[in-house]
């Protein structure tokens, strides 16, 4: 600096002043700027970490627990369907076995009733 006559030293430190101020100011802000994004940063890998605890505890939840209760349930559900066909199965067979004594009951009765119609002639 000593070269530089005192005329443009007068006219350029103020300005290069200036320029350092405002260079120092964009610097501080930049660092803000880094903070708020290395804040984020954390905050979203926090929460990626405790969405994948969670997707893994439902994983976990939703694997073979709810998978042999799911079993369990439809076995249950098989069991009493057929129960349920053998006490169908049961009475169509009691009621078949009927349907022959019903038929000729009804014939009897048919005869019954001729047999009347003779005698009350």
Do not use: Q
């Amino acid at each position: 600096m000593e070269k530089i006559p005192g005329w443009i030293e007068r006219l350029l430190m103020p300005e290069l002043n200036e320029i350092t101020g405002e260079l120092k100011a964009l610097h501080i802000r930049i660092d803000a700027v880094h903070t708020r994004i290395d804040g984020v940063e954390k905050e979203v890998a926090s929460l990626r970490s405790e969405m994948m605890t969670k997707f893994e505890a439902v994983d976990f939840e939703a694997g073979d627990t709810k998978v042999v209760a799911l079993e369990a349930k439809v076995e249950n559900l098989r069991n009493e369907m057929i129960s349920r066909f053998d006490a169908v199965d049961s009475r169509l067979d009691s009621l078949g076995a009927r349907l022959p004594v019903m038929g000729k009951v009804a014939e009897l009765e048919a005869g019954l009733a001729e047999l009347e119609r003779k005698v009350s002639a």
